[in-house]
């Protein structure tokens, strides 16, 4: 490990922010891109279980139909990417099964030795409600929208989480309606515009005595 | 802003883990420390609300009682810190209106010029049910929790994120009850022991095809 300064890591934090104008002729190149996508996947999530499924979208076409799905804001076709974020609807015994079986395969540990786990998670999972499920699920997509987010500033990269959309419209243009999967939030990633006024404002936070208790 | 390369980031991501044993005599320098409070107050979220509190706890004996109410993980006390992550319960006009005021001074922008980003944001949270609401706060402090762990892993901390809490118990420790904020979820910060078994094992995620869809 090769830490970071803390002046650079405050910096990259105080440089991000929620990109109103992309600069469309701007790409992200292919190993920063695929080591966001990376940041995704090593995202922390409950139990390991990764409730979540993540689109990357380049197609001009859908992204055009996306849009008109989101206030007609331009971040979602005019930034170099378009990341959408799923999470899964509920978590099945499969998708329990199915996470033990990796973790098992991975660390090389005998599936039975983790039979405690497994029995854990379900007991875990078994006593939440349908809505409590999709909840915590969407909780952990959050977070890995978090990790995302701090990974492209970070990298020098813009984003612009876009909740404002809707993500009905959404799952049918992703085909999800039988998926299991909910679009949740997205994200643009890119490079910010010269023209975008927001770019200079001062970033505007409560301060940290008021956010912040120590005990 | 100078950027870190994407080796640097995947390392660090690769080398973050949920860590199960902490070496509780070593504490997060006072920079450091800080630079992760920063984190959390520079965290993104809907509309720049900052719907949330967090708590930084050093004190044995609270920790103590909060470990007394987390399944008794050790993580609670033998981290260097403690930080509990609260989500208010709703957003109220006064919410709006202290943040609008704030957005007003940081940016030199007369308080008048901002009524309809005002009235946006009145008009959508007039909108939600008190569940809904909840679950939008909640969702937001969940992507400061993103922002916090990966934060730390870049300063070479290590982070515990704790679920396996009451919340309700911890609101009655952190006298919540009438605050209009509620726990949601935990985060021990410091440095692995190496007798944690965990801090080796090989990092276990489904494939990148698995998780991502490319359109």
Known sequence: ?????????????????????????????????????????LSPS???????????????????????QSWNQPQVTDASHLVVLCAKESVSTEDIDEWIKCLAITQGTPIDQLAPLQGMIQQFTGSMSAADMQNWNTRQVYLALGQLMTSAALLGIDTCPLEGISATAYDQILGLETSGYRTRVACALGYRSDQDKYASAPKARFPLDRVVTRL
Do not use: C
């Open 1 to 41: 490990m090769n830490p970071i300064t803390t002046q650079d890591l405050h910096q990259a934090l105080t440089w991000r922010y929620a990109t109103k104008v992309f600069d469309a002729s701007k790409k992200i190149d292919p190993t920063k891109l695929e080591t966001l996508l990376e940041s995704l996947r």
């Open 46 to 68: 409950s139990f390991g279980l990764q409730p979540w499924k993540f689109f990357l979208i380049e197609n001009a076409e859908t992204r055009q139909q996306l849009r008109a």
